[in-house]
């Protein structure tokens, strides 16, 4: 077949033949190929890899070991300002010196990681770092984290490792390998929880921490010295900064082991020290206290100072024990003299009387109801005739033609509260006649349409009998009968009257026509009822036992709350007022007579003449928190929301709660501070090993805002805070104490200066209690005692008799314990007959002027006088005790002193004295030279047992560049804090109150307000406050 004969059907085909041969030849190459001979392995090279990988992976244990004990001892918190500080982040500044530590560390030790097999050495390394740029990288290498359990181990992840095996120089295998080891180094945990020691030593009276420990121990110790002071011991500072400098180290210790589970043993010896010493200080300053309560407290004081606290052996200066209260007790706040001027006013005003007579009557309806019986009312009449008239105007008159009695009749509703006293029924007849009065072409005319019509009428009486808001409208079944009590008449005499007033109007005749032409006015008319004469002078002794048990009438709020105006006693009162109301007024179920009735209905308004009294000092609260506010404001004292935050603090409960608040089983820590106990005093030295210069570890700073007598407060808040008083004027009470105290020192320890002064106000304390006596007089005259001949000031004197002293008799009118002398002398010397009610009265009057007159200007002493004298007692009782006078001479002088009167009376406008209260604003700084934490590491590494952390500000060095000398990476800063906090002490009314009394109302320590060495070798890097000393801005603000 030729190339061009290809048969039809062949084209496209293959021979088979041609395709047997590709497939032959195909096979054979692929054949060949597999067949093809490998490489031969080394063993060598690959054992001596996966060997050093195992060295390297040791190697690095070892490394992070040794980087976290590196670490922990020179820690880094600031990085320095160079360009290796710039590798750090401030704000993880210790984990990232960790990391580079790591990879050094691991770069060192993997350079003597080397092993041989059969000819072939293998070794590992790291890429080397000497410049920041390089070192930023090896960071990015290194990761750090807690891990294990109990989170106090270290996970270390490490990348890019090199390992490289070689036979004679020549390289044979390379890898990159990662590491991730955990290893038993708690550098992490350590930090972390010595950070956490640090937060809590900064954290203020809202969290747990220094601030709460710090406020509840100043809290027990002012609270416990303030009560001493008002039962007499002769305590000058009831808050000084040795209890702060107590108080803070307790705090201190409290925290270490709630933190740590450990306190530093050296620091509790300390602090057990010094409480010993200051709890023997507190006793011999008081010269032998002569009364039991008062060595009652100090015995118990020293005792709980020499006891161990709950919190593992840390000392406290107080723990319980004492008879004083703690701030959370109750005080028992009454409605008092409100209840006494309510019932003044109330008698003055007529309201006795007024609401008997009152009750005595009935308000009377006259109600009527009609019902058409023939006839109606006429149609419009229509124009005259004729012409186009125009309507103006029309009329309708009615008269009554006949009225007749009916049977039945419609029916009438007696209104709520109305019951029925006459009904009568009557047909009545009408006349109606329509007039229109039309208008045409200016004329005028009229014309007229009448009809008549017939109505039924029904005319119902009613009456509401004893009307009154005042008491509960339960039925009177006897009501009008004659009975009841003293056989009065009740309201028998009203029907009577009611048909006579019926008779009056015209009778039931033309009532019923009156309603027929529907102009019968259904209007109330009183009544009045007759009562008895006996029945006021039995209402008023009725009233006298009410008004003592509204006068009674209490509620509880915490001490504490009512010295930070948190309480609200009047609401309150009111509140509980409104509730016995129904107990109060006392009203039965049913009455038996009207009497009864005017008795419950006069209690129930003195009752709420009461209320609107008490509810007037609640609503004028906000004032008073405001005025307190301002007060404290003007001398730079802690606002109201510090002060309650600090009194809330005070509850925090102090016993632990374990090591990291529940992270699990705690390390077992030491802990080492230098000084172990922050003092007050300057350190050396030759005293601390760590103080490189003369320093002062703790500084101090307390106020007391209300010190003596309560001068530090503005006119403007005085004047809102004690009616009636501003820093012009002092209450009586207040004076007679300052007279007090000058006398007692004048006795033992002549001073010409006090004697002048205490001349001066004497002269001003007599006049004030003069004024007092006329205003008394005045009193018994109003009350109507004797006669226009009576000499009542002569009475007022005969009662006063058995005070002669003058600040004697100005401290008995302040408590008005003058008030009953003075009656029983008006009743022994004036004519008449003394009832239960006259004697009630004049008492009354006299104890409710006394309130007005104390209250007044004229029961005012000069502020001044008062101020200046008890600055001058001061000065000299201090200079006496100096000089060493002889023990009852200072006894007594030390007696004078419980006398000046301190602290701010806190008394809503009009009513009793409530509390006295005095607040202290403390501010304590301090800083460790040295704090160490150390830890037990668990690593098989001989020596190397343990892991101590160390906080002494000193910097942290490493040669970086391998140039042999080392540059700093930062610094570790020292464990500094600042804790602030206020404390609120409330004492009873009356007294000499509570506060500093020495002169002193703000106390700072030696190195304040920052404390650490001097000079300073590095800037104060403690948190920053505003002080303010007299509100004016100290120290540039900065802390």
Do not use: C
């Amino acid at each position: 077949m030729s190339r061009n004969g290809f048969e039809l059907g062949t084209r496209g085909r293959v021979p088979f033949a041609l395709v047997g041969v590709l497939l032959v030849l195909s096979s054979a190459l692929f054949a060949s190929a597999v067949d093809r001979p490998q490489p031969t392995p080394e063993p060598a090279v690959d054992l001596a890899v996966e060997r050093t990988t195992a060295d390297a992976r040791a190697a690095v244990r070892t490394a992070v070991a040794e980087a976290g004990v590196a670490a922990a001892s020179d820690p880094v918190l600031t990085p320095a300002s160079n360009r290796w500080g710039a590798l750090l982040d401030s704000d993880t500044a210790f984990r990232d010196v960790l990391k580079l530590r790591i990879y050094l560390a691991a770069q060192e030790r993997l350079r003597t990681v080397v092993r041989t097999h059969r000819g072939v050495r293998a070794n590992a390394s790291l890429a080397p770092a000497r410049t920041p740029e390089a070192l930023r990288a090896a960071m990015d290498r290194v990761n750090v984290e807690r891990a294990g359990p109990e989170r106090t181990k270290l996970r270390v992840d490490l990348s890019n490792v090199t390992v490289e095996a070689a036979r004679e120089g020549r390289t044979v295998g390379t890898e990159d390998v990662s590491f991730s080891v955990v290893v038993p180094t708690p550098v992490l945990a350590v930090h972390e929880r010595v950070e956490t020691f640090q937060e809590r030593l900064e954290r203020g009276v809202s969290k747990p921490g220094l601030g709460q420990r710090l406020t509840a121990r100043l809290y027990a110790v002012a609270w416990a010295r303030g009560y001493a002071q008002y039962g007499g011991a002769p305590i000058e500072n009831v808050v000084a900064n040795r209890h702060v400098e107590l108080t803070t180290n307790g705090g201190i210790l409290d925290e270490q082991r709630s933190v740590f589970g450990a306190s530093d043993p050296d620091g509790r010896d300390a602090l057990e020290t010094a409480v010993a010493r200051v709890g023997l200080q507190e006793v011999l300053a008081t010269h032998g206290p002569s009364k039991d309560s008062t060595a009652t407290l100090l015995r118990q004081g020293i005792r709980a100072a020499g006891g161990p606290s709950e919190s593992a052996g840390v000392p406290r200066l107080t723990s319980g024990g004492t008879d004083a209260p703690p701030p959370n007790e109750t005080v028992t706040v009454s409605v008092g003299r409100s209840a006494d001027r309510a019932f003044r006013a109330f008698v003055r005003d007529g309201a006795i009387n007024g609401t008997i007579d009152a009750v005595y009557g009935a308000e009377i309806r006259t109600l009527a109801a009609t019902e058409r019986v023939t006839g109606g009312t006429p149609d419009r009449p229509g124009p005259p005739a004729g012409d186009d008239w125009q309507f103006r105007v029309e009329t309708t008159d009615t008269d009554v033609v006949d009225v007749s009695n009916a049977t039945g009749g419609p029916t009438v509703s007696d209104p709520s509260g109305y019951h029925r006293l006459e009904t009568y029924s009557r047909t009545v007849r009408l006349r109606h006649e329509r007039r229109a009065i039309w208008h045409h072409n200016g004329s005028l005319d009229a014309t007229t349409r009448t009809t008549t019509e017939t109505k039924r009428v029904r005319v119902a009486v009613v009456g509401r009998h004893a009307p009154t808001p005042h008491a509960p409208d339960h039925p009177i079944p006897s009501v009008h009968e004659r009975g009841g009590r003293f056989g009065g008449p009740n309201l028998a005499d009203v029907p009577p009257k009611v048909r006579e007033a019926g008779e009056f109007a015209g009778g039931s005749d033309a009532l019923a026509g009156r309603a027929a032409r529907g102009t019968l006015s259904e209007t109330s008319t009183r009544i009045d009822g007759e009562w008895p004469g006996e029945l006021p002078q039995w209402i008023y002794r009725d009233l006298i036992e009410l008004r003592r048990s509204v006068r009674g009438a209490s509620v509880s709020v915490a001490r504490g709350r009512m010295g930070t105006y948190e309480a609200t006693p009047a609401a309150k009162l009111v509140r509980q007022l409104r509730e016995r109301r129904s107990e109060l007024v006392d009203a039965p179920a049913t009455y038996d007579s009207v009497a009864a009735k005017a008795r419950a209905a006069v209690r129930g308004r003195y009752l709420a003449s009461v209320i609107d009294r008490v509810e007037r000092r609640a609503e004028q609260r906000s004032d008073r928190e405001s005025a307190f506010e301002s007060a404290i404001g003007a001398v730079g004292g802690p606002s109201l929301s510090r002060l309650r935050s600090s009194y809330d603090a005070r509850r925090a409960d102090e016993r632990d709660a374990g090591p990291g608040g529940g992270e699990g089983p705690p390390l077992e820590y030491s802990v080492d501070g230098a000084p172990p106990y922050l003092t007050l005093a300057k350190v050396t030295p030759g005293q601390v090993t760590a103080v490189d210069n003369e320093t002062h570890p703790l500084t101090a700073r307390n106020v007391n805002y209300f010190s003596i007598p309560y001068a530090d407060a503005t006119d403007v808040a005085l004047s809102a805070l004690l009616p009636g008083e501003t820093s012009r004027q002092r209450r009586l009470s207040t004076a007679a104490r300052a007279l007090r105290a000058a006398n007692r020192t004048l006795e033992y320890r002549p001073n010409a200066t006090v004697r002048e002064r205490r001349d001066r106000l004497l002269t001003e304390l007599n006049d004030t209690v003069e004024e007092v006596e006329a205003d008394l007089a005045d009193e018994l005259e109003t009350a109507g005692v004797g006669n226009a001949s009576t000499d009542h000031e002569a009475l007022v004197e005969a009662g006063l008799g058995r005070w002669s002293a003058l600040d004697a008799r100005a401290l008995a009118m302040a408590n008005g314990s003058v008030v009953d002398p003075i009656v029983a002398a008006a009743v022994r010397r004036t004519a008449g007959e003394w009832t239960t009610r006259r004697r009630d009265w004049v008492r009354l009057q006299l104890r409710t002027g006394l309130y007005d007159a104390l209250e007044s200007k004229r029961g005012k002493v000069s502020g001044p006088a008062v101020t200046t004298l008890t600055a001058g007692v001061k000065d000299a009782v201090g200079e006496a005790v100096r000089s060493k006078v002889s023990a009852v001479a200072a006894e007594r002088l030390n007696e004078s002193v419980t006398e000046i009167p301190a602290g701010l009376p806190v008394a809503p406008p009009f009513t009793n004295w409530w509390v006295t209260t005095n607040v202290w604003s403390v501010t304590v700084r301090g800083q460790y030279a040295r704090f160490a934490v150390e830890v037990p590491r668990r690593t098989p590494a001989v020596g190397d047992a343990s892991l101590q952390y160390v906080r002494d500000g000193g910097n942290a060095t490493l040669d970086l560049d391998g140039d042999g000398r080392e540059e700093v990476l930062g610094r570790s800063s020292k464990v500094t804090f600042t804790s602030r906090t206020a404390v609120a002490v409330v004492v009873p009314p009356g007294g000499t109150g509570v506060g500093d009394v020495d002169g002193n109302s703000i106390e700072q320590s030696k190195g304040w307000p920052k404390p650490g060495p001097n000079p300073r070798e590095r800037p104060w890097t403690g948190e920053t406050y505003p002080l303010s000393i007299n509100g004016s801005e100290a120290d540039g603000g900065s802390g």
